[in-house]
C-alpha cells in the first residue's frame, strides 16, 4: 500500500525559497571566489544556467507540478531570475545573460494576454454570480478564484482589493437585494463606528501632520514611508466602515447570512439554530463564543446545535457554537429569526 503525504501550501513555498536561497548564496561565494577569476567565461555560463532553469525548475516541481501555483507564474519567476542574475555576475561577464534578456518582452507580453484573457474570464462570470450572490465581495471572490485558481495569497489581495475599493467607491454605493425574502439587518450605526471612525480620522491627520514634520528633519524618505503607512491606514479604515454598511446580516427562508464588514462571515442554516437569548457575560470564557460586535458586548448570543465555520480576514478561521450578535433594529430581528426557526423546513 502506497501512502502519499500531502504537505501544507506554506511547506511548499519554504522548501522553494529555502532552495532558491541556498543557491544564490552558493552563486554569490562562487563570484567572489579566486576559481571565477581564473574561469570567468566558464563560470558566468554556469552560473547564467543555475539562474535561468535552475531556479525556474525548482518552482516548477516544487509548486507548479504539485498544483500549489498556476503554470502561468514561472514565467515571472524567470523575469525575476535574470533580473537578480544581473545584480550577482558582473558587468563584463553578462553576455550570456544579455542574450536571455531578449527574452524578457515576450514573456511579458505572454503574461500580459493571459492576464487580459483572465479578466474577460473574471467579467464574464462576475456578471452571472451577481445574480445567485447576496453580497458583491462574494461575487468577485468566486469568480476570480475561478478563473485563476489556488493562487497563493489570493485571499489577503482580495480583502485588501476589496477595502480599498470601498474606500473610494464605498460611498456612492448601497447594499440592495432583487429578492423580497431576503432581510437585511444593519449593526453599523447604533455601534457609533462612523463617529469613532471620524474621530480617528482626524486624530491620524493631525498627528501625521506633526510627525511627517519631525521625521523629515532626520529622513525625507523615513517621514514619507510614515505618511503613506499613514494614508494607507486612513484608506482601510474608511473602506471597513463601507464595508460593514454594505455587507449587512440578511435573514432568508432557511438561512442566516451573517457579515461584519469583511472581517468575519458565515452562512448558517436556521434548522441548525436553537435559539437566540440575551447575552450573559459568562459566556465570554466559553471556548466556542465568538462576538460579532463592532464595538462593546452583543446585545444577543445565537446557540447553535453544533459547531459553525466562521471565516476572518487574511484566511483565519474558527469554529463556534454561541455567536454574539447587535443590530440596529434588534426588536425585528428577534422577531423575524423567531418566526423563521417555527416554520417548517422546506425539502
Known amino acids: 500500500m502506497t501512502i502519499r503525504m500531502k504537505l501544507p501550501l506554506n511547506a511548499y513555498w519554504a522548501f522553494f525559497l529555502s532552495?532558491?536561497?541556498?543557491?544564490?548564496?552558493?552563486?554569490?561565494?562562487?563570484?567572489?571566489?579566486?576559481?571565477?577569476?581564473?574561469?570567468?567565461?566558464?563560470?558566468?555560463?554556469?552560473?547564467?544556467?543555475?539562474?535561468?532553469?535552475?531556479?525556474?525548475?525548482?518552482?516548477?516541481?516544487?509548486?507548479?507540478?504539485?498544483?500549489?501555483?498556476?503554470?502561468?507564474?514561472?514565467?515571472?519567476?524567470?523575469?525575476?531570475?535574470?533580473?537578480?542574475?544581473?545584480?550577482?555576475?558582473?558587468?563584463?561577464?553578462?553576455?550570456?545573460?544579455?542574450?536571455?534578456?531578449?527574452?524578457?518582452?515576450?514573456?511579458?507580453?505572454?503574461?500580459?494576454?493571459f492576464v487580459f484573457s483572465k479578466i474577460r474570464k473574471i467579467?464574464?462570470?462576475?456578471?452571472?454570480?451577481?445574480?445567485?450572490?447576496?453580497?458583491?465581495?462574494?461575487?468577485?471572490?468566486?469568480?476570480?478564484?475561478?478563473?485563476?485558481?489556488?493562487?497563493?495569497?489570493?485571499?489577503?489581495?482580495?480583502?485588501?482589493?476589496?477595502?480599498?475599493?470601498?474606500?473610494?467607491?464605498?460611498?456612492?454605493?448601497?447594499?440592495?437585494?432583487?429578492?423580497?425574502?431576503?432581510?437585511?439587518?444593519?449593526?453599523?450605526?447604533?455601534?457609533?463606528?462612523?463617529?469613532?471612525?471620524?474621530?480617528?480620522?482626524?486624530?491620524?491627520?493631525?498627528?501625521?501632520?506633526?510627525?511627517h514634520l519631525l521625521l523629515q528633519r532626520w529622513s525625507a524618505l523615513a517621514a514619507w514611508i510614515f505618511t503613506g503607512l499613514s494614508i494607507y491606514s486612513a484608506f482601510w479604515l474608511l473602506g471597513d466602515y463601507h464595508a460593514m454598511r454594505l455587507h449587512p446580516i440578511v435573514l432568508t427562508r432557511e438561512f442566516l447570512y451573517l457579515r461584519i464588514g469583511l472581517r468575519w462571515r458565515a452562512v448558517i442554516p436556521l434548522a441548525e439554530i436553537i435559539d437566540i437569548q440575551n447575552f450573559s457575560p459568562r459566556e465570554k470564557k466559553a471556548a466556542d463564543y465568538l462576538s460579532l460586535t463592532v464595538f462593546g458586548d452583543p446585545r444577543f448570543v445565537i446557540h447553535c446545535k453544533q459547531q459553525v465555520m466562521m471565516l476572518g480576514l487574511f484566511g483565519i478561521k474558527r469554529e463556534v457554537r454561541q455567536i454574539g450578535l447587535s443590530v440596529d433594529d434588534e426588536k425585528l430581528f428577534r422577531e423575524e429569526l423567531r418566526k423563521r426557526l417555527a416554520m417548517p423546513a422546506t425539502i
Request: proline letters at 5%; zero cysteines; a neutral charge.
Open 123 to 211: 467579467a464574464h462570470h462576475f456578471h452571472e454570480a451577481k445574480r445567485n450572490e447576496i453580497y458583491v465581495t462574494d461575487a468577485l471572490t468566486a469568480s476570480v478564484k475561478q478563473a485563476l485558481g489556488n493562487v497563493p495569497g489570493l485571499g489577503f489581495i482580495l480583502t485588501e482589493f476589496s477595502l480599498l475599493y470601498f474606500a473610494f467607491a464605498g460611498w456612492f454605493k448601497k447594499f440592495s437585494s432583487s429578492d423580497p425574502g431576503h432581510l437585511p439587518f444593519s449593526y453599523h450605526r447604533r455601534s457609533g463606528y462612523a463617529a469613532i471612525a471620524g474621530v480617528v480620522l482626524l486624530v491620524l491627520i493631525t498627528e501625521t501632520t506633526a510627525l
Open 19 to 113: 532552495f532558491a536561497l541556498t543557491i544564490l548564496a552558493i552563486e554569490l561565494g562562487i563570484v567572489s571566489s579566486i576559481y571565477f577569476a581564473q574561469n570567468p567565461d566558464v563560470f558566468s555560463l554556469a552560473l547564467t544556467l543555475d539562474f535561468v532553469l535552475g531556479i525556474p525548475a525548482l518552482y516548477y516541481f516544487l509548486l507548479v507540478r504539485k498544483k500549489q501555483a498556476p503554470a502561468i507564474t514561472l514565467i515571472p519567476i524567470i523575469i525575476l531570475s535574470l533580473i537578480i542574475a544581473g545584480f550577482v555576475l558582473p558587468s563584463s561577464q553578462q553576455i550570456y545573460l544579455d542574450w536571455l534578456k531578449k527574452l524578457i518582452p515576450v514573456l511579458e507580453l505572454i503574461v500580459l494576454g
